[in-house]
């Protein structure tokens, strides 16, 4: 049987762009596996020059992620699909499969699911419920990967703050001390880890692994080691938990429910550390450390801003 293999995100700047750079570097698996091509779904503003140039050939369908006629257009055919566009358009994602008769579903989702506020949490537990009805209504095999914060480019929205915040601050604000831990995960490990998870397949189907750093790291240890690279000293101003939330709350109350900053507020001294042992039984999942990735970012950060 010729197999087919789409993918959502490969022209992601972070992880969904650096599986793609994977997958060319193991030619031969990918040609011996998916004889029948991969399929990539793209937007019309999408930079595409990788997948141009690339040694691997990659179909372009332009299109909408959320337009179900397109999806089932990209799916008719497909053996297996790689979901790494974001877990809001799962749902579309899936009923599409469904419909095509996709084999397998690999999907990235996310470690929020896990979160005790409600709307944090809520709304990825919900997509995650239907996910797995829908899969298993239709018999496709599913894999579910959940990365936490991940970091490593300048556009990641995330680390990519706090360098600007320690570069830019004198006094770096921030609630109880930064006294949490964290545990990011550098992109290019998420990239290396779906290609691995993709060519384990009896190792992976119907499980769900969380996608963690190499270790877990605290919010104030992470703003120092960015200090230390840019060669500035980190220094703190702690605002209790009660006054920044309180803080929130008339923000919240002045502005009419228009800037609502609560839940936010609390996520921000929640601990978020999972355990990525699971993901190293099953495929060698191996991620550096927050110090040893964040490095690069600081460099692109370093080059942009000269």
Known sequence: MVRILAITGATGKKSGGYFAEVLCENLDNIHRIFGGGIRTIVRKSSDTSFLDSAPLHFDKYIGSIDDEDFLKQVFDGVDTVVHIAGIHWSREIVKAAASCHVRRLITVHTTGIYSKYKSAGEEYRQIDEFVYKTCKDAGILLTILRPTMIYGKACDGNVIQFISMVDKFPLMPVVNGARYELQPVY????????????????????????????????????????????????????????????????????????????????????????????????????????????????????????
């Open 187 to 306: 992109y290019r490990d998420l990239g290396e880890a779906y290609y691995q998870v993709l060519m384990n397949e009896d190792a992976t189907a119907w499980h769900d692994f969380d996608l963690s750093g190499g270790a877990p790291i605290e919010l104030r240890e992470m703003l120092t080691v960015i200090g230390e690279q840019l060669g500035k000293k980190v220094r703190f101003i702690s605002v209790p938990f009660f006054l920044a939330y309180t803080g929130a709350w008339l923000l919240y109350v002045l502005t009419i429910g228009k800037k609502d900053l609560r839940e936010p507020v609390q996520r921000l001294c929640e601990p978020r550390v999972f355990s990525h042992a699971a993901a190293t039984e099953a495929f060698g999942y191996s991620p550096m450390t927050f110090q040893q990735g964040v490095v690069d970012e600081i460099n692109e950060y370093r080059k942009t801003n000269n």
